[in-house]
């Protein structure tokens, strides 16, 4: 998993790799790209930020098994950033994952992830019946509700999330009431902020940009994901 960077002044140990699995904007389908979706390979664990339709077999097409992924990270819930997560987990269960998937994003992360057990657990109720697997998925699927600030950390990264202003044109009963997220990953090598949908916004820009800018010639650069906004 890990790559060695040389150049003229310095040879240095990466840890980590960022592949944009999909990177189109909104939810129309189309004939050869897929949705948002990233993958972030630290120490050899892999990551997945955000699971836009197409993201498992994207996966694939990168050259990783979708049953190696354990942590996801959702930034908000329009579907062309959660429409592949059950099916993510669910193709992972089928090629044999036996540890858990833990799903973290905004408030009802949980209930997105119960529903997907809900939708995936007929077909997994067949493959048990078919032989070759016994757990049942809703002991392996869970979604965290998180808020801002530090999120998660393990022993190879470190994730801060804000609110940006994807949904601050929202009026009436739902101003306020969804939440979407930017987050900013810090890993041994690396700082990756993904922005997920938004504009110009004070808080990523002071909070996340402008610190991890400081930052970078400590961690040899960053990347940063941004799509359109309201998409
Ligand atoms: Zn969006």
New binding site residues.
């Given amino acids: 998993m890990q790559k060695r960077h040389t150049n003229k002044w310095r040879t240095v140990q990466l840890s980590t790799r960022l592949i944009t699995l999909g990177t189109v904007g909104g939810p129309p389908p189309r004939a050869h790209r897929a949705q948002s979706s990233n993958l972030l390979i630290v120490n050899g664990t892999l990551y997945v930020i955000d699971a836009g339709d197409g993201a498992a077999r994207r996966i694939a097409k990168v050259g990783f098994n979708v049953r190696d992924v354990g942590v996801i990270f959702i930034t908000?819930h329009?579907d062309?950033?959660t429409a592949g997560v059950g099916t993510l987990m669910s193709l992972a269960w089928d090629n044999q994952r036996t540890k858990p998937i833990n799903v973290y994003g905004p408030p009802q992360t949980a209930d997105l992830i119960r529903a997907a057990v809900q939708y995936f657990t007929i077909s997994a109720e067949i493959r048990i019946a078919d032989g070759g697997r016994t757990i049942p998925i809703d002991q392996l699927f869970f979604g965290h509700d998180v808020g801002t600030g530090v999120v998660y950390q393990d022993a190879n990264i470190k994730v801060t999330a804000i609110e940006n202003t994807?949904f601050a044109f929202h009026s009436g009963p739902a101003a306020g009431k969804y939440k979407?997220y930017s987050y900013r990953f810090d890993t041994p090598d690396r700082v990756i902020v993904f922005t997920g949908?938004t504009g110009p916004n004070d808080a990523l820009k002071f909070t996340m940009w402008s610190r991890t800018h400081e930052e970078a010639s400590h961690h040899y650069g960053v990347a940063l994901h941004c799509a359109a906004l309201h998409?």
Wanted: charged share 25%.
């Fill in positions: 908000h329009h062309d950033h994807h979407s949908d998409l």
